[in-house]
């Protein structure tokens, strides 16, 4: 028996597809309607400066406004548009708190990571028939099927002599 965590599928499918696009620099974007407003700490400040490259490779067009004001104008198109805000926040304050020294492809792969895991469907989310059957085909052509980008597992196998052992056979 082998059991799918829907989530993390989608997740690690979301993940290698915009890694794909990274590479080729053929991400899109979604240009906003009205510019979402974030208003930053101090330690957001700084860490945007150290970010911004990236996320705009990411598809985020960003400006600054005044002070440490910013305005999102853009969006990953894979990203509702309705996560941007948490997403740049929880961004910014992971760089700041536990990401200092990472690689740029470390920090290339934790915004594609983010990005993913935002994007993907969610845990108990009803999925058609088809929705479920293209997802188990696009996760087989991943390069890593086994994992999420954040290393939780996919797929777990539960052997006939678990499910007889679980039933006292």
Do not use: Y
């Amino acid at each position: 028996l082998l059991l799918i965590d829907q989530h993390v599928a989608h997740e690690r499918i979301l993940f290698e597809q915009h890694w794909a696009a990274l590479r080729r620099r053929k991400v899109e974007a979604q240009r906003l309607l009205l510019p979402e407003t974030i208003d930053l700490t101090p330690a957001q400040a700084a860490a945007i400066d150290q970010l911004l490259p990236e996320l705009e490779n990411n598809g985020f067009e960003l400006g600054r406004l005044s002070g440490r004001t910013i305005a999102i104008n853009s969006v990953p198109a894979m990203l509702d548009p309705g996560s941007a805000r948490s997403l740049l926040v929880d961004l910014l304050d992971s760089i700041e708190v536990d990401r200092r020294g990472l690689t740029l492809d470390e920090l290339r792969a934790e915004i594609a990571a983010s990005l993913a895991c935002r994007a993907a469907v969610k845990i108990n989310m009803p999925l058609t028939q088809e929705k479920i059957l293209w997802m188990i085909d696009e996760l087989l052509r991943m390069d890593n099927p086994a994992t999420c980008p954040h290393g939780r597992p996919i797929i777990l196998r539960i052997t006939m002599r678990e499910i007889e052992k679980g039933f006292q056979r």
